[in-house]
């Protein structure tokens, strides 16, 4: 099957649910993705290559550091490094999608092969009129920044001994924040997606299966993902929607944003995730607190049962 856009292959067909065994695919591809931009990250370093912000890095062709490879290992492994993760992200023009070639503002022309169906803070989402798939395109922020994440801080001496152990702020994100969070929505049984690539101007695109929006405003905090187990409000404070930590892959995460707006139900009613905001759990920080470094390796083995988990979070 190929993508309609692209012409390459795609695990998401238009109007077919990829089932459990093309869910598994799609989530190995990310993870295939992560590890290959990882080993880009690295090789980069090893030569004296800045990997932050990443916006370079995953813009890379491997034939710009052809002439470089040969002169010596490490450069070598630059080259098979970038040309491995361009195989699993390729580069496309925004005009494979059909927005306008050479234009200051393509996107805002729009495509006559895809109909705008929202925007938020980090993605514009269209429908593709081919296939009605949902394609998003993520647009890059200043100073090589994308999408969105979290930053933590750890509660001061001054603070008072009342305030949380740590506060998240919601803050732009790297590339690979962007590349791990498309990942953990299927982690935590959202919707099917797939990257599609990334455009010349640094667009990451994505696609995802089509779902039934949520009245505005609708209350979901009871029908969240299971896994997702609420932070008791001594421990953090974020200014988000459903603050929660998720042991995905073993490591744990910190995600948020689980509203109304990025839920959908599918074909056969199921609640499922379209979009979050997700960092990687400040295991170092939390540790500084005896009580959450407890409640955190009580958690992971028995979600249910950590201190104060079965209370409401707004009770907490
Ligand atoms: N798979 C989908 N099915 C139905 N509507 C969607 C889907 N993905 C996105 N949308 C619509 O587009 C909006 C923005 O997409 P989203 O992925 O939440 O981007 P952002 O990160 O900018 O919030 C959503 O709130 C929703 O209304
Ligand atoms: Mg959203």
Redesign the pocket.
């Known amino acids: 099957m190929q993508d309609p856009f692209t012409g390459r292959p795609t695990r998401l067909p238009g109007g077919r649910d990829p089932g459990p065994d093309g869910e598994a695919a799609l989530q190995h591809d990310h993870q295939r993705r992560l590890e290959a931009f990882a080993r880009l990250g690295a090789a980069a370093q090893k030569v004296g290559i800045g990997t932050d912000p990443d916006d370079d890095l995953v813009l890379w062709e491997a034939d710009e550091l052809s002439l470089l490879a040969g002169a010596d290992e490490l450069w070598g492994e630059l080259a098979a490094a970038a040309a491995a993760f361009r195989a699993l992200v390729p580069i496309v023009a925004l005009g494979a999608f059909g927005f306008p070639d050479d234009h200051e503002d393509p996107m805002g022309e729009g495509s006559p092969h895809l109909r705008r ?9 269209y ?1 593709s009129l081919h296939d009605g798939l ?1 394609y ?1 395109f ?1 647009l890059p922020r200043e100073e090589g920044r994308v ?2 994440t979290f930053a933590f801080e750890a509660r001061r001496p001054a603070d008072g001994p009342d305030a949380p152990a740590l506060q998240a702020d919601a803050c732009l994100g790297s590339y690979r924040d962007l590349l791990e969070k498309l990942a953990l929505i299927l982690a935590l049984g959202g ?1 099917p997606t797939e990257v599609v690539g990334i455009t010349p101007e640094g667009v990451l695109v994505a696609k ?6 949520l009245p505005e405003g609708a209350d979901v905090s009871s029908s969240l993902p299971g896994d997702l187990i609420p932070i008791p409000a001594r421990f953090l404070r974020a200014h988000r929607d459903h603050p929660r930590l998720a042991f995905v892959g073993g490591r744990p995460w910190f995600v948020a944003d689980i509203h109304a ?2 839920l ?1 139900r599918d074909s056969i009613g199921r609640l499922r995730v ?2 979050l905001l997700a960092a990687p759990f400040p295991a170092a920080l939390a540790a500084a607190d005896p009580l959450m470094r407890d409640w955190l390796d009580r958690v992971e083995h028995d979600p249910r049962t950590g201190l104060l988990a079965a209370s409401a979070d707004d009770e907490l």
């Not at 169906?117 to 989402?125: D, L, M, R």
């Not at 995802?208 to 929006?213: A, D, K, P, V």
């Open positions: 169906i929202g925007s938020g803070v980090e993605a514009s989402a429908q949902i998003k993520y999408g969105g919707m995802q299966r089509l779902g039934e929006r707006k990025n959908v379209i979009d």
